[in-house]
Protein backbone atom coordinates (compact mmCIF):
# COMPACT_ATOMS: atom_id res chain seq x y z
CA UNK A 1 0.00 0.00 0.00
CA UNK A 2 1.07 3.54 -1.29
CA UNK A 3 2.09 5.87 1.41
CA UNK A 4 -0.68 8.72 0.96
CA UNK A 5 -0.51 12.60 2.33
CA UNK A 6 -1.39 13.55 5.61
CA UNK A 7 -5.11 14.62 4.84
CA UNK A 8 -5.17 18.81 4.88
CA UNK A 9 -2.21 18.89 3.26
CA UNK A 10 -1.34 18.99 -0.73
CA UNK A 11 1.58 18.06 -3.04
CA UNK A 12 2.52 20.95 -5.49
CA UNK A 13 3.92 19.15 -8.45
CA UNK A 14 5.84 20.76 -10.97
CA UNK A 15 3.67 22.28 -13.27
CA UNK A 16 2.09 24.38 -10.51
CA UNK A 17 4.75 24.42 -8.15
CA UNK A 18 6.31 26.48 -11.29
CA UNK A 19 3.29 28.74 -11.56
CA UNK A 20 3.60 29.28 -7.57
CA UNK A 21 6.73 30.86 -7.79
CA UNK A 22 6.18 33.01 -10.64
CA UNK A 23 3.26 34.24 -9.18
CA UNK A 24 5.95 34.62 -5.57
CA UNK A 25 8.21 36.41 -7.68
CA UNK A 26 5.36 38.82 -9.42
CA UNK A 27 4.13 39.04 -5.63
CA UNK A 28 7.97 39.72 -4.38
CA UNK A 29 8.31 42.78 -7.36
CA UNK A 30 4.98 44.52 -5.99
CA UNK A 31 6.44 44.56 -2.21
CA UNK A 32 9.69 46.33 -3.38
CA UNK A 33 7.84 48.66 -5.36
CA UNK A 34 5.86 50.01 -2.41
CA UNK A 35 8.99 49.61 -0.19
CA UNK A 36 8.47 46.43 1.40
CA UNK A 37 11.40 44.24 2.37
CA UNK A 38 10.88 40.44 3.41
CA UNK A 39 11.34 38.56 6.53
CA UNK A 40 11.56 35.06 7.25
CA UNK A 41 10.94 33.70 11.09
CA UNK A 42 11.17 30.22 12.39
CA UNK A 43 8.50 27.46 11.38
CA UNK A 44 8.05 26.88 14.97
CA UNK A 45 8.03 29.20 17.81
CA UNK A 46 7.51 29.16 21.63
CA UNK A 47 3.75 28.26 22.36
CA UNK A 48 3.13 31.26 24.61
CA UNK A 49 3.89 34.04 21.63
CA UNK A 50 0.74 32.88 20.48
CA UNK A 51 -1.28 32.80 23.58
CA UNK A 52 -0.43 35.98 24.17
CA UNK A 53 -0.61 37.76 21.23
CA UNK A 54 -3.54 36.32 19.35
CA UNK A 55 -5.53 35.18 22.68
CA UNK A 56 -6.48 31.96 24.51
CA UNK A 57 -9.55 31.99 23.45
CA UNK A 58 -9.48 32.34 20.17
CA UNK A 59 -9.82 29.33 17.73
CA UNK A 60 -6.57 29.43 16.63
CA UNK A 61 -4.88 28.95 20.10
CA UNK A 62 -7.32 26.46 21.80
CA UNK A 63 -8.25 24.42 18.63
CA UNK A 64 -6.14 24.55 15.84
CA UNK A 65 -2.21 24.60 16.59
CA UNK A 66 0.00 22.19 15.97
CA UNK A 67 1.29 22.27 19.48
CA UNK A 68 4.67 19.91 20.00
CA UNK A 69 4.11 17.44 23.16
CA UNK A 70 6.03 19.20 25.85
CA UNK A 71 3.22 22.12 24.91
CA UNK A 72 6.83 24.66 24.91
CA UNK A 73 6.66 25.04 21.11
CA UNK A 74 4.48 24.90 18.64
CA UNK A 75 4.47 25.35 14.36
CA UNK A 76 3.36 29.15 13.72
CA UNK A 77 -0.35 29.41 12.83
CA UNK A 78 0.31 32.87 11.63
CA UNK A 79 2.73 35.81 10.78
CA UNK A 80 2.00 38.85 12.57
CA UNK A 81 3.13 37.81 15.98
CA UNK A 82 6.39 36.02 14.74
CA UNK A 83 6.83 39.17 12.90
CA UNK A 84 6.65 41.69 15.72
CA UNK A 85 8.85 39.12 17.85
CA UNK A 86 11.41 39.63 15.24
CA UNK A 87 11.15 43.48 15.05
CA UNK A 88 11.29 43.57 18.99
CA UNK A 89 13.82 41.05 19.33
CA UNK A 90 16.39 42.03 16.55
CA UNK A 91 16.01 45.54 17.10
CA UNK A 92 14.74 47.13 14.10
CA UNK A 93 12.68 50.09 15.67
CA UNK A 94 16.44 51.53 15.46
CA UNK A 95 16.78 51.06 11.89
CA UNK A 96 13.70 53.40 11.07
CA UNK A 97 10.91 54.78 12.68
CA UNK A 98 8.90 53.07 10.29
CA UNK A 99 9.33 49.08 9.40
CA UNK A 100 7.87 48.39 6.09
CA UNK A 101 7.98 44.31 6.07
CA UNK A 102 6.02 41.26 4.26
CA UNK A 103 6.60 37.33 4.06
CA UNK A 104 5.28 34.68 1.76
CA UNK A 105 5.66 31.66 4.44
CA UNK A 106 3.97 28.29 5.25
CA UNK A 107 1.77 27.92 8.33
CA UNK A 108 0.12 25.47 10.12
CA UNK A 109 -3.50 25.29 11.53
CA UNK A 110 -4.85 21.54 12.95
CA UNK A 111 -8.30 22.47 11.39
CA UNK A 112 -10.78 20.08 9.69
CA UNK A 113 -9.94 20.73 6.15
CA UNK A 114 -12.51 21.82 3.66
CA UNK A 115 -12.43 24.18 0.81
CA UNK A 116 -10.18 26.96 0.47
CA UNK A 117 -8.55 24.71 3.75
CA UNK A 118 -5.53 23.15 4.87
CA UNK A 119 -3.79 22.12 7.87
CA UNK A 120 -0.75 23.18 6.08
CA UNK A 121 -1.20 26.51 4.42
CA UNK A 122 0.96 29.53 2.23
CA UNK A 123 0.03 33.11 3.43
CA UNK A 124 1.66 36.15 1.68
CA UNK A 125 1.47 39.46 3.90
CA UNK A 126 2.83 42.88 5.22
CA UNK A 127 3.22 44.45 7.79
CA UNK A 128 4.11 48.18 8.55
CA UNK A 129 5.20 49.21 12.14
CA UNK A 130 5.76 52.93 13.54
CA UNK A 131 3.13 54.69 12.27
CA UNK A 132 -0.59 55.50 13.73
CA UNK A 133 -0.79 57.94 10.31
CA UNK A 134 -4.48 57.21 8.45
CA UNK A 135 -1.73 57.15 5.86
CA UNK A 136 -0.41 54.15 6.13
CA UNK A 137 -3.67 52.23 6.59
CA UNK A 138 -4.82 53.54 3.00
CA UNK A 139 -1.45 52.54 1.84
CA UNK A 140 -1.95 48.76 3.49
CA UNK A 141 -5.56 48.56 1.67
CA UNK A 142 -4.10 50.05 -1.98
CA UNK A 143 -1.39 47.76 -1.62
CA UNK A 144 -3.60 44.81 -1.73
CA UNK A 145 -5.88 45.93 -3.95
CA UNK A 146 -2.96 46.91 -6.11
CA UNK A 147 -1.52 42.73 -6.18
CA UNK A 148 -5.33 41.91 -6.96
CA UNK A 149 -5.21 44.25 -9.85
CA UNK A 150 -1.34 43.05 -11.33
CA UNK A 151 -3.12 39.38 -11.30
CA UNK A 152 -6.41 40.67 -12.98
CA UNK A 153 -8.40 39.27 -10.42
CA UNK A 154 -11.85 41.20 -10.56
CA UNK A 155 -15.22 41.65 -8.85
CA UNK A 156 -14.12 41.33 -4.99
CA UNK A 157 -15.70 43.44 -2.30
CA UNK A 158 -13.34 45.60 0.03
CA UNK A 159 -14.91 45.90 3.61
CA UNK A 160 -13.60 48.30 6.61
CA UNK A 161 -14.56 48.82 10.32
CA UNK A 162 -13.49 50.04 12.86
CA UNK A 163 -13.77 48.35 16.22
CA UNK A 164 -11.78 50.78 18.49
CA UNK A 165 -9.77 50.28 21.15
CA UNK A 166 -10.24 48.13 24.50
CA UNK A 167 -11.19 50.80 26.76
CA UNK A 168 -13.93 52.09 23.49
CA UNK A 169 -14.72 48.66 23.45
CA UNK A 170 -15.71 47.76 27.22
CA UNK A 171 -18.75 49.69 27.50
CA UNK A 172 -20.18 48.16 23.65
CA UNK A 173 -18.88 44.43 25.10
CA UNK A 174 -21.55 45.36 27.75
CA UNK A 175 -24.48 46.11 25.90
CA UNK A 176 -23.72 43.45 23.28
CA UNK A 177 -23.49 40.67 25.86
CA UNK A 178 -27.05 41.73 27.00
CA UNK A 179 -28.35 41.52 23.20
CA UNK A 180 -26.96 37.89 22.73
CA UNK A 181 -27.54 36.70 25.92
CA UNK A 182 -30.97 36.62 25.24
CA UNK A 183 -30.90 34.48 22.22
CA UNK A 184 -28.24 32.52 23.93
CA UNK A 185 -30.26 29.12 23.10
CA UNK A 186 -30.48 29.96 19.70
CA UNK A 187 -26.34 30.29 18.68
CA UNK A 188 -24.32 28.39 17.28
CA UNK A 189 -22.67 25.85 19.79
CA UNK A 190 -19.08 27.81 19.22
CA UNK A 191 -21.17 30.92 19.96
CA UNK A 192 -22.48 29.84 22.78
CA UNK A 193 -18.81 29.58 24.09
CA UNK A 194 -17.54 32.72 23.06
CA UNK A 195 -20.45 34.54 24.63
CA UNK A 196 -18.80 33.94 28.40
CA UNK A 197 -14.92 34.50 27.10
CA UNK A 198 -15.36 36.96 24.17
CA UNK A 199 -18.51 38.31 22.90
CA UNK A 200 -16.79 40.13 20.39
CA UNK A 201 -15.82 37.10 18.25
CA UNK A 202 -19.40 36.07 17.55
CA UNK A 203 -19.76 38.66 15.07
CA UNK A 204 -17.10 36.51 13.31
CA UNK A 205 -19.12 33.96 13.35
CA UNK A 206 -20.38 32.48 9.07
CA UNK A 207 -22.97 30.39 10.60
CA UNK A 208 -26.59 31.16 9.32
CA UNK A 209 -28.33 30.84 12.88
CA UNK A 210 -25.46 33.64 14.33
CA UNK A 211 -25.76 35.80 11.14
CA UNK A 212 -29.54 36.45 11.45
CA UNK A 213 -29.22 37.46 15.53
CA UNK A 214 -26.05 39.68 14.49
CA UNK A 215 -28.12 41.56 12.20
CA UNK A 216 -29.84 43.42 14.96
CA UNK A 217 -27.07 43.90 17.17
CA UNK A 218 -25.54 46.74 18.80
CA UNK A 219 -23.07 48.70 16.49
CA UNK A 220 -19.74 49.00 18.07
CA UNK A 221 -19.62 51.84 15.83
CA UNK A 222 -21.65 53.92 17.87
CA UNK A 223 -19.55 53.58 21.13
CA UNK A 224 -16.29 55.19 19.66
CA UNK A 225 -14.96 58.48 20.47
CA UNK A 226 -14.69 61.63 18.28
CA UNK A 227 -10.96 61.02 17.50
CA UNK A 228 -11.33 57.62 16.48
CA UNK A 229 -14.17 58.22 13.99
CA UNK A 230 -12.24 61.04 12.71
CA UNK A 231 -9.26 59.26 11.98
CA UNK A 232 -11.77 56.16 10.52
CA UNK A 233 -13.39 59.23 8.51
CA UNK A 234 -9.92 60.08 7.17
CA UNK A 235 -8.85 56.50 5.95
CA UNK A 236 -12.10 56.46 4.17
CA UNK A 237 -11.10 60.08 2.22
CA UNK A 238 -8.21 59.01 1.44
CA UNK A 239 -9.25 55.34 -0.33
CA UNK A 240 -12.31 57.53 -2.00
CA UNK A 241 -9.41 59.71 -3.41
CA UNK A 242 -7.34 57.03 -4.86
CA UNK A 243 -10.43 55.80 -6.35
CA UNK A 244 -10.36 52.76 -4.12
CA UNK A 245 -13.80 51.25 -3.98
CA UNK A 246 -15.01 50.02 -0.16
CA UNK A 247 -18.39 49.27 1.66
CA UNK A 248 -18.66 49.58 5.93
CA UNK A 249 -18.82 46.32 7.38
CA UNK A 250 -20.08 47.84 11.04
CA UNK A 251 -20.11 43.98 11.96
CA UNK A 252 -16.85 43.34 10.84
CA UNK A 253 -13.97 42.02 12.95
CA UNK A 254 -10.61 39.95 12.91
CA UNK A 255 -10.63 36.63 14.19
CA UNK A 256 -7.67 37.37 17.02
CA UNK A 257 -7.78 39.46 19.78
CA UNK A 258 -4.58 42.09 19.14
CA UNK A 259 -6.70 43.96 16.52
CA UNK A 260 -7.38 47.87 17.45
CA UNK A 261 -9.51 50.40 15.42
CA UNK A 262 -9.03 50.24 11.19
CA UNK A 263 -10.33 46.53 10.17
CA UNK A 264 -10.69 45.35 6.40
CA UNK A 265 -11.22 42.62 4.53
CA UNK A 266 -11.26 41.78 0.73
CA UNK A 267 -13.55 39.16 -0.08
CA UNK A 268 -14.86 37.30 -3.82
CA UNK A 269 -17.72 35.61 -4.50
CA UNK A 270 -15.73 33.68 -6.65
CA UNK A 271 -14.63 31.49 -3.60
CA UNK A 272 -18.34 30.41 -2.40
CA UNK A 273 -18.82 30.27 1.53
CA UNK A 274 -15.27 31.09 2.34
CA UNK A 275 -14.81 34.50 0.57
CA UNK A 276 -11.96 36.08 2.44
CA UNK A 277 -8.68 36.93 0.39
CA UNK A 278 -6.87 39.36 2.11
CA UNK A 279 -7.68 40.22 6.01
CA UNK A 280 -6.10 42.34 7.94
CA UNK A 281 -6.07 45.56 10.12
CA UNK A 282 -4.42 47.53 12.97
CA UNK A 283 -3.09 46.19 16.01
CA UNK A 284 -1.54 49.14 18.17
CA UNK A 285 -0.96 47.02 21.31
CA UNK A 286 0.71 43.51 20.19
CA UNK A 287 4.20 45.29 20.78
CA UNK A 288 3.55 45.84 24.45
CA UNK A 289 1.65 42.39 24.68
CA UNK A 290 4.96 40.82 23.76
CA UNK A 291 7.13 43.09 26.01
CA UNK A 292 8.08 46.05 23.73
CA UNK A 293 7.29 49.81 23.72
CA UNK A 294 3.67 50.55 22.60
CA UNK A 295 3.76 51.08 19.02
CA UNK A 296 1.36 51.62 16.39
CA UNK A 297 1.52 48.67 13.40
CA UNK A 298 -0.97 47.56 10.40
CA UNK A 299 -1.04 44.42 8.15
CA UNK A 300 -2.66 42.00 6.23
CA UNK A 301 -2.71 38.78 5.13
CA UNK A 302 -3.24 36.45 2.29
CA UNK A 303 -3.66 32.65 1.80
CA UNK A 304 -2.01 31.61 -1.26
CA UNK A 305 -4.22 28.85 -1.76
CA UNK A 306 -7.44 31.14 -2.59
CA UNK A 307 -5.53 33.56 -4.03
CA UNK A 308 -4.19 31.03 -6.55
CA UNK A 309 -7.66 29.61 -6.75
CA UNK A 310 -9.00 33.02 -8.16
CA UNK A 311 -6.24 33.48 -10.51
CA UNK A 312 -6.84 30.38 -12.25
CA UNK A 313 -10.67 31.47 -12.28
CA UNK A 314 -9.70 34.73 -13.93
CA UNK A 315 -7.35 32.38 -16.36
CA UNK A 316 -4.41 34.94 -15.68
CA UNK A 317 -1.70 34.02 -17.96
CA UNK A 318 1.20 32.06 -16.42
CA UNK A 319 4.35 32.49 -18.53
CA UNK A 320 5.69 29.01 -19.99
CA UNK A 321 9.02 27.27 -18.24
CA UNK A 322 11.67 28.34 -20.38
CA UNK A 323 12.16 26.25 -23.03
CA UNK A 324 15.18 23.31 -23.45
CA UNK A 325 17.60 25.14 -25.93
CA UNK A 326 19.33 21.51 -27.04
CA UNK A 327 18.70 17.86 -26.58
CA UNK A 328 21.95 15.81 -27.83
CA UNK A 329 20.99 12.72 -28.55
CA UNK A 330 23.93 10.26 -28.29
CA UNK A 331 25.36 6.81 -29.30
CA UNK A 332 27.78 4.78 -27.41
CA UNK A 333 29.59 5.13 -24.14
CA UNK A 334 32.21 7.50 -25.87
CA UNK A 335 29.76 10.25 -26.86
CA UNK A 336 27.54 9.97 -23.51
CA UNK A 337 31.04 11.30 -21.94
CA UNK A 338 31.30 13.71 -24.15
CA UNK A 339 27.76 14.68 -24.16
CA UNK A 340 27.88 15.22 -20.57
CA UNK A 341 30.73 17.81 -20.60
CA UNK A 342 29.09 19.33 -23.41
CA UNK A 343 26.14 20.14 -21.79
CA UNK A 344 27.85 21.09 -18.15
CA UNK A 345 29.74 23.74 -20.25
CA UNK A 346 26.69 24.62 -22.18
CA UNK A 347 24.46 24.77 -19.00
CA UNK A 348 27.58 27.34 -17.49
CA UNK A 349 26.79 29.48 -20.56
CA UNK A 350 23.06 29.94 -19.63
CA UNK A 351 21.77 27.51 -21.95
CA UNK A 352 19.05 24.70 -20.94
CA UNK A 353 20.19 21.54 -22.00
CA UNK A 354 19.16 17.83 -21.82
CA UNK A 355 20.64 14.49 -22.85
CA UNK A 356 19.89 11.03 -22.59
CA UNK A 357 20.63 8.81 -19.14
CA UNK A 358 18.69 5.53 -19.90
CA UNK A 359 21.01 4.32 -22.83
CA UNK A 360 18.10 4.11 -25.05
CA UNK A 361 18.09 4.04 -28.96
CA UNK A 362 18.23 6.86 -30.56
CA UNK A 363 14.58 6.84 -31.80
CA UNK A 364 13.51 6.73 -28.29
CA UNK A 365 15.90 9.75 -27.43
CA UNK A 366 14.18 11.58 -30.47
CA UNK A 367 11.22 11.01 -28.99
CA UNK A 368 11.64 12.48 -25.96
CA UNK A 369 13.15 15.57 -26.97
CA UNK A 370 9.96 16.19 -29.04
CA UNK A 371 8.22 15.41 -25.69
CA UNK A 372 10.27 18.23 -23.84
CA UNK A 373 9.78 20.33 -26.59
CA UNK A 374 13.55 20.97 -27.24
CA UNK A 375 14.36 23.79 -29.90
CA UNK A 376 17.43 22.01 -31.70
CA UNK A 377 18.94 18.35 -31.16
CA UNK A 378 22.14 17.24 -32.24
CA UNK A 379 23.00 13.87 -32.83
CA UNK A 380 26.38 12.44 -31.00
CA UNK A 381 27.74 9.19 -32.22
CA UNK A 382 31.49 7.75 -33.27
CA UNK A 383 30.99 9.18 -36.32
CA UNK A 384 30.15 13.14 -35.15
CA UNK A 385 33.59 12.73 -32.78
CA UNK A 386 36.19 11.31 -35.65
CA UNK A 387 34.71 14.02 -38.49
CA UNK A 388 34.45 17.25 -35.36
CA UNK A 389 31.13 18.07 -37.54
CA UNK A 390 27.67 17.48 -36.32
CA UNK A 391 23.74 18.06 -37.68
CA UNK A 392 22.08 20.97 -35.21
CA UNK A 393 18.30 20.11 -36.26
CA UNK A 394 15.52 23.13 -35.58
CA UNK A 395 12.64 20.62 -34.15
CA UNK A 396 10.00 23.39 -35.18
CA UNK A 397 10.60 22.81 -38.89
CA UNK A 398 13.09 19.78 -39.57
CA UNK A 399 15.49 22.27 -41.11
CA UNK A 400 19.00 21.17 -40.53
CA UNK A 401 22.75 23.07 -40.51
CA UNK A 402 25.75 21.58 -40.15
CA UNK A 403 28.66 23.02 -37.54
CA UNK A 404 32.14 22.22 -35.98
CA UNK A 405 31.00 20.04 -32.74
CA UNK A 406 32.92 22.83 -30.88
CA UNK A 407 31.27 25.55 -31.86
CA UNK A 408 27.65 24.35 -30.49
CA UNK A 409 27.86 27.42 -27.53
CA UNK A 410 28.39 29.96 -30.50
CA UNK A 411 25.56 28.92 -32.57
CA UNK A 412 22.88 28.89 -29.91
CA UNK A 413 24.32 32.24 -28.98
CA UNK A 414 23.40 33.59 -32.55
CA UNK A 415 20.37 31.81 -32.89
CA UNK A 416 19.54 33.20 -29.80
CA UNK A 417 20.20 36.82 -30.27
CA UNK A 418 18.36 36.16 -33.73
CA UNK A 419 15.05 34.65 -31.44
CA UNK A 420 15.24 31.58 -33.90
CA UNK A 421 15.47 29.15 -31.12
CA UNK A 422 12.20 30.32 -29.78
Do not use: H
Not at 37 to 45: D, K, L, V
Not at 265 to 278: C, H, K, M, N
Request: glycine residues 6%; contains cysteine; proline residues 4%.
Amino acid sequence: MIIQKPKGTYDLLPEKAFSRVYAESKIREIFDLFNYREIRTPTFEYTSLFKRSIGENTDIVSKEMFTFNNSEYSLKPEMTAPVIRAYLENGLYNQSPLIKLYYISNMYRYERPQAGRFREFSQFGAEAIGSSEPFIDAEMIVLAAFILSEFQIRNYKIKLNNIGTPDERKKYLEKLFNYLNKFKNDLSEDSKKRLQKNPLRILDSKMPEDRKIIENAPRLYDYLEQSTIKNFEQVQSLLSGLGISYEIDYFLVRGLDYYTSTTFEIVSDELGAQDAIFGGGRYDLLTKQLGGKPTPAIGFACGFERFFSLMEKYEYCIPEENKCILYIVTSGNKASVFALNLIYELRKSGFKCEMDYLNRSIKSQMKEANKINAAYTAVIGNNELDSGKILMKKMSDGNQTEININNINNFLINENKTGKTG
